[in-house]
């Protein structure tokens, strides 16, 4: 194994005034002639047998030795001179450029101190080096090394020969280093190396040649090939530019390679063959474009692969097939822009650096990343590519996943999905994308899909987005609510947002203000749908349609709003500021759905009823969208002004509509008339004067501090009080006689209808709506088959012919042959204006009959109003006995009997009324539409209301499976039935 230098330094400065002390005792009492007995044991250590004296700073701790001269040359470097006849010399090269020479001899001149500029261990006299382990040479000029320069150092096992300013070595300079295991060369200047320079060396372990000053364009075939000890090989930062096939042929226990910071280009494709215990390889900071397919394939222990800082654009499928057990890989610095599937069998990885390439991964499936596979990943850098979004592998599979670096990258928005990690502690850097928008709508509902409850620990999951253009609108609504936590908790438990100083950079209005001080109700977006000369936004927080037309020189208002949709549902409109003589209708398109209205500072002269929309709840200030529209929340909805226009008066109805809709009203800044006309709205001042604001200012015209809360009713309109007595007694008898007409009406009312239809007298009054205009059949006549002899020779003929004849469907002339029964029956109620239900014996046993009365019935049901008309025909028996549905129908809805001498006449009233003179307009409504059929036989004095059916989904599912059979997708039934449709 290489040495290591600190045990050997550490065993030095221990001994170090010990060993400089025998030194000079030696010098001066033997003269420095050659004696082993006198030379101190401590300098024969095992570990160390080279003399050595320290540094600099060495002389400032202890005194210069007797009869010696010590001081510093011109260079820096510290020395001492003792005079005598002997041969020994001295030298510690554990700091560089800076050491105490001991010189008993003529060797070096008192003016010649300087660095060695040649070596040879032979001049070390009277000192046994035969044990010494390790040799420090660098930081001198040693340029001509050769073999005999280490005769003698056998056990020799640790050489430095850094910083030299070699050019070369001769190929046999270690031949008789036998136990060499580190060789260091680092920081020379060699141009070329000999190729059997280690052939006398199958010990070595570590081989180092880093920072070489030189450009070595290449190393010599076979250079460290066959060194079966060779463990580590750094050469890095030494102007390499290419290397030969076979240079660590035979050498199988390499462990570590370090090539980084060379000028390779390209990597032989058999390069590592034999490498196959290889822990880590670093080929960083070279100028390689492509690597070979197979480089790597015998590096199946490889832990730690870095490609980084190269110039690689594209990784082959199978590059890294054979790296099973690879947990690091950096390729960072590179312009990689697809990677195929190279990351599919690197199931081990854990640690993967590929920041600063061109990466965008559009080319890997839809939902998933390269690193699908890469399930024990740690740490995930991507940072500087064009990545757009977060793949489902990275939130969902990799749950031990702490970083994921995505920092300058290309990602515009974020969704809730995009914020899921299995991981609980895992740091996601979104910090300086193209981050717009980040939309946690639906966040609250997906959080409990996903199965998160209150009771789980917070999860250590941060989402950094500083240094994002967030864009503070609509779509920003459910973030800012995140921010201001008006969400469910549980998300804050799920993630945490980190804004740190996120700002807004649009709208406008919001530039460079942080996003945890934006109010959520107050982002909106602009749609482009918008009347001309005004603007428009959609406001979440309310679903509301802002409509701004303020400032905008209008002398009208805009023709027509924007229709609500599921993002808003209401409108709110300010036309402050403008020359408006007239409110808008109505009754214009998109004006029936606002609810909120200012048109302060306009020239309005008056206010009618048909202008202020029945939804209006009403928030208006005088500030335009574009200049801090500031409608706060406790007001919003409940306040009108329509200050500082001309109006003089407002008319009863446009009073009694804002009472209890509004909580602050503004009339001021007004030429109000005080006369008898505004004598209800002085009332409604008085009544609401805690609604009112400036009440004060609200002043009849031309008198001055002639306020409203100050005046009475006779100051404004004196002797009305008479005109109102008399007018309330006459309504008071009035309505005492209307009350009475209409007592006697709702005692007889049926008797007064069919006469009034029969004698064809007042049709107006009895007539129905044009609800039915698209029907195709006035009546459906559901019957049993063994009432057909009634149905077709009495009933078809009593209605189809007369003055008013009816058009009928009937089951033998207008259904199709052959179709599926129960979807012709509900075509048939469909398309008919009433069901005539021929309710006889018969008809109770008919399964299809109660099919078709049920179908009826249900739209019936449906559209509110009478549809089902029962014709009893025959005793059908006490309605005790009858089905529960028909029981409940008949007991609380009236009928017309088969026999009745009115019989006609009320069947005809129940029927859809038909008119010879088209010129007579109905002018019905619901209410008398549903009186059309109470006919002479009372309800049991019930509710009218006919009863809920049960809730029918598929007509068939009230045939019992007895009753049915399925034959080729048509329902007919068995013979042994009596029950049928005929058809034809």
Not at 105 to 119: A, P, Q
Not at 763 to 769: A, K, S
Not at 910 to 923: E, I, Q, T, W
């Amino acid at each position: 194994m290489p040495l290591d230098h600190e045990p050997f330094t550490a065993l030095f400065l221990a001994r170090e005034r010990e060993i400089s002390g025998n030194v000079a005792k030696t010098c001066l009492n033997a003269s420095c002639a050659p004696d082993a007995d006198r030379i101190s044991t401590t300098m024969l250590s095992v570990a160390l047998l080279l003399l050595v004296v320290t540094c600099a700073p060495t002389l400032a701790q202890w005194s210069c030795p007797g009869n010696c001269t010590c001081g510093r040359s011109p260079k820096g470097e510290d020395y001492a001179q003792c005079p005598s006849s002997g041969d020994v010399f001295v030298i510690s090269s554990f700091l560089p450029r800076n050491f105490l020479i001991l010189s008993c001899t003529k060797w070096m001149g008192k003016s010649d101190f300087g660095l060695l500029k040649d070596f040879n261990i032979g001049q070390v006299q009277s000192v046994d080096l035969s044990r010494l382990k390790m040799l420090n040479l660098w930081s001198n000029r040693l340029l001509n090394l050769t073999r005999g320069s280490f005769s003698g150092l056998s056990a020799l096992e640790s050489l430095d020969l850094s910083i030299n300013g070699m050019l070369k070595l001769q190929e046999d300079t270690f031949q008789d280093l036998g136990k060499l295991k580190l060789v260091s060369l680092n920081a020379n200047n060699f141009k070329e190396l000999p190729g059997t320079l280690f052939r006398g060396n199958p010990m070595l372990e570590s081989f180092h040649l880093h920072e070489n000053r030189q450009i070595l364009k290449t190393l010599p075939a076979g250079l460290l090939a066959n060194l079966t000890s060779l463990q580590g090989v750094y050469m890095h930062r030494s102007s390499i530019e290419s290397l030969p096939e076979d240079l660590f042929w035979g050498s199988t226990k390499l462990i570590n390679i370090t090539l980084y910071g060379n000028k390779l280009t390209k990597l032989p494709a058999r390069l590592f063959r034999d490498a196959t215990k290889l822990l880590e390889l670093d080929l960083s900071s070279n100028k390689i474009q492509d690597l070979p397919d197979g480089v790597f394939s015998s590096l199946y222990k490889l832990r730690v692969l870095r490609l980084g800082k190269n110039r690689l654009t594209t990784l082959n499928q199978y590059l890294f097939a054979s790296l099973v057990k690879l947990d690091t890989l950096d390729l960072e610095h590179n312009t990689l822009s697809t990677t195929a599937r190279a990351f599919e069998r690197l199931v081990n990885l854990q640690e993967a650096s590929l920041s600063h390439n061109k990466l965008s991964f559009s080319d890997s499936m839809a939902l998933f990343s390269p690193f699908r596979n890469c399930v024990k990943m740690r740490n995930l850098r991507l940072a500087n590519n064009s990545i757009q979004s977060i793949f489902s592998d990275w939130s969902l599979t990799m749950s031990e996943l702490k970083l994921l670096d995505l920092r300058y990258n290309n990602f515009s928005f974020l969704m809730v999905d995009d914020l899921r990690f299995t991981s609980e502690h895992i740091t996601l850097d979104l910090r300086h994308n193209n981050i717009r928008n980040i939309n946690l709508y639906g966040a609250d509902q997906l959080i409990r899909a996903w199965g998160y409850n209150s009771n789980e620990p917070a999860r250590d999951v941060k989402i950094l987005i500083e240094d994002n253009p967030m864009q503070c609108d609509c779509n920003a609504y459910f973030f800012a609510r995140y921010l201001e936590y008006k969400v469910d908790p549980m998300l804050h438990i799920m993630f945490n947002i980190v804004p740190d100083n996120l700002k807004c950079a649009s709208p406008p209005d919001f530039a460079g203000i942080p996003v945890t001080r934006i109010k959520s109700e107050k982002l909106s977006c602009e749609i482009n749908s918008c009347p001309e000369r005004c603007s428009c936004h959609m406001r979440p927080h309310d679903k509301a349609l802002l409509v701004d037309c303020t400032n905008r020189g209008l002398m009208e208002p805009p023709r027509w709003l924007p229709p609500t949709n599921k993002l808003f549902n209401h409108t709110e409109l300010w036309l402050v500021g403008n020359g408006l003589i007239n409110l808008p209708d109505v009754s214009w398109p998109g004006y029936a759905n606002v609810t909120l209205v200012d048109a302060s500072y306009n020239n309005l002269g008056s206010v009618n009823i048909s202008q202020l929309p029945p939804g209006l709840k009403v928030s208006i200030y005088n500030k335009t969208m574009n200049s801090d529209v500031n409608i706060e929340e406790g007001n919003r909805g409940k306040t009108l002004k329509l200050n500082h226009n001309n109006l003089t008066h407002l008319d009863t109805p446009v009073l009694e509509f804002l009472t209890n809709r509004t909580t602050n009203i503004s009339l001021h800044s007004n030429p109000w008339r005080c006369d008898c006309q505004n004598r209800d709205m002085l009332a409604f001042l008085q009544a609401q004067f805690k609604q009112i604001n400036q009440l004060g200012n609200v002043t009849c015209n031309g008198v001055e501090n002639h306020t409203f809360t100050e005046l009475k009713a006779d100051d404004i309109c004196p002797g009305h009080s008479g005109l109102i007595v008399a007018t309330s007694t006459t309504l008071a008898v009035a309505g005492i006689l209307l009350g009475t007409l209409a007592a006697l009406y709702y005692r007889y009312n049926r008797e007064v209808k069919v006469w009034l239809y029969a004698k064809n007298i007042f049709l107006w009054f009895v007539t129905e709506e044009e609800l039915d205009k698209d029907k195709l059949y006035d009546a459906f006549i559901s019957y049993s088959h063994k009432d057909e002899d009634f149905v077709v020779n009495e009933l078809v003929p009593g209605l189809e012919n007369g003055p008013a004849p009816f058009k009928l469907c009937l089951h033998f002339r207008d259904w199709v042959a052959g179709e599926f029964i129960p979807t012709q029956i509900a075509r048939s109620v469909d398309d008919s204006r009433r069901t005539l239900v021929v309710l006889s014996p018969n008809f109770l046993e008919s399964v299809w009959g109660r099919m078709e009365f049920r179908t009826a019935h249900k739209q019936a049901l449906s559209e509110g109003r009478a549809r089902v008309i029962l014709l009893v025909y025959g005793d059908v028996g006490p309605i005790d006995s009858l089905d529960p549905e028909l029981k409940a129908y008949l007991s609380m809805n009236t009928y017309v009997k088969w026999g009745d001498p009115w019989f006609w006449d009320k069947l005809r009233y129940a029927l859809p009324h038909r008119f010879k003179d088209h010129k007579v307009r109905g002018n019905t409504n619901k209410g008398v539409l549903n009186d059309k059929m109470e006919l002479v036989y009372p309800s049991n004095g019930l509710s009218a209301t006919t009863p809920p059916a049960e809730i029918i989904i598929n007509p068939m599912l009230i045939i019992g499976d007895k009753e049915k059979v399925k034959l080729n997708d048509h329902i007919n039934f068995k013979r042994d039935t009596n029950d049928y449709i005929k058809s034809v």
